[in-house]
């Protein structure tokens, strides 16, 4: 079943002797439960696809379709709550709120949305990504590894169509990089969790089921 299709995507960003093409007439599709790693150099395009496909900003030209809606046909509002409810995202540096300990951060997009938050759920997650004496932490009393894996689990509390990971491990060490993959892996194999992650190393590229290769801002390799 196809979870993302990605069509004719681009994004070009000045005009004139300023015109910079980020990303040209990309197209691709995802099925449901599928890991993607998505490989390039820096400023290859890969984080603007990335940005993209989450509805964080809005192309040229091109289309969207996330479970079977075309994402950039809501207004900024209704953008933001599909948002909300159907991507989960996982960023390099984390994006905790710093007053708000690891479970309120966790549950903080069902409390946004005014939802009930499944207490097994989140029990579920806490054990599983190993934060159970962490609940009641801070994020500047957390490791690095700590704090990805409570923005993991932020991510993954609301059940989303599809969790976008930019560089989870680009701020870690190579032991908690190792962990954070294997998180993410687990993730996919017991929640089904459909994974776009972005990449720049091969190592953690090849821990996914597929890898698209991105130069210039054309796809150049999907295998």
Same mark, same amino acid.
């Given at each position: ?8 995507? !681009?994004?070009?960003?000045?005009? &004139?002797?300023?015109?910079?093409? %980020? ?18 150099? !820096? ?23 996330? *479970?079977?809606?075309? /994402? @950039? ?6 953008? %933001? ?5 159907? /991507?989960?995202?996982? @960023? ?6 710093? /007053? ?69 491990? &680009? ?15 687990? !993730?996919?194999?017991? @929640? ?16 996914? *089921?597929? /890898?698209?290769?991105? +130069?210039? &801002?054309?796809?150049?390799? *999907? +295998?």
């Amino acid at each position: 079943m196809e979870i993302l299709k990605v069509e004719n995507l !681009s994004k070009v960003y000045g005009k &004139g002797s300023t015109k910079v093409t %980020a990303l040209e007439n990309v197209s691709f599709s995802v099925e449901k439960g599928e890991f993607v790693a998505i490989v390039g150099a !820096s400023g290859s395009g890969k984080s603007t696809l990335l940005h993209l496909i989450g509805g964080v900003d809005r192309p040229t030209t091109g289309k969207v379709y996330i *479970d079977g809606r075309d /994402i @950039y046909s809501f207004n900024d509002d209704g953008l %933001a709550i599909f948002r909300r409810r159907q /991507i989960g995202l996982i @960023y390099q540096f984390y994006n905790l709120i710093p /007053i708000l300990n690891v479970e309120e951060n966790i549950t903080l997009p069902l409390r946004l949305d005014n939802r009930e938050v499944n207490q097994k759920k989140l029990d579920e997650l806490i054990k599983t990504l190993g934060l159970e004496n962490r609940r009641t932490h801070l994020p500047n009393e957390l490791s690095g590894g700590q704090q990805q894996r409570t923005s993991i689990a932020r991510s993954l509390i609301t059940n989303p169509a599809i969790i976008l990971a930019d560089e989870p491990t &680009g701020n870690l060490d190579s032991k908690a990089s190792y962990e954070i993959v294997e998180l993410l892996k687990k !993730s996919n194999r017991d @929640y089904k969790q459909t994974i776009i992650m972005i990449t720049h190393n091969m190592e953690i590229a090849k821990c996914a *089921d597929r /890898i698209i290769k991105i +130069e210039d &801002g054309k796809i150049v390799g *999907d +295998e």
